[in-house]
């Protein structure tokens, strides 16, 4: 399946044989003190930066509606942010993933942001719900 946008994501995750947990980190953009110029353009045009994890969850399936209602739940938790990677991990034997794994997943997504890995591994979007693509 071409997962092209957030609906078709939630729906691969549907068609997997075992249970789903989707893990969300939600990413703050911000500009480095030490920044010139051209850097401080392009940031103000929306690209460039520092990402900075601000939050993060892990939601079943049956917890998922829009993408909308993922923004709504978001702004009730009063971070601010522009991205947001998400990540699937797949249960065992018809049993949701345990929260063990969950965890250090979570914590390797954060890790990732931290230390400047690859992020282009994660599905990303924007608040709008459009993809994000990293290179």
Known sequence: MNIT??????AAARQQTE????LFVFLQASLPEDSVDE???RFNAGQGGALDPVMCVDKALDELGSFSDLVEESVKMGQDWQIVLVA???GE???APDPSKVESS??????????GGDLSRFMSFDRDGEPVQFN
Request: glycine residues 10%.
């Open 88 to 90: 699937g991990l797949s």
């Open 93 to 95: 034997n018809g049993v």
């Open 39 to 41: 850097e401080k353009d």
């Open 5 to 10: 946008g957030y609906e078709s994501l939630l």
């Open 106 to 115: 979570l914590k390797m997504m954060v890790d990732s942001v931290q230390n």
């Open 19 to 22: 249970p789903q947990q989707l």
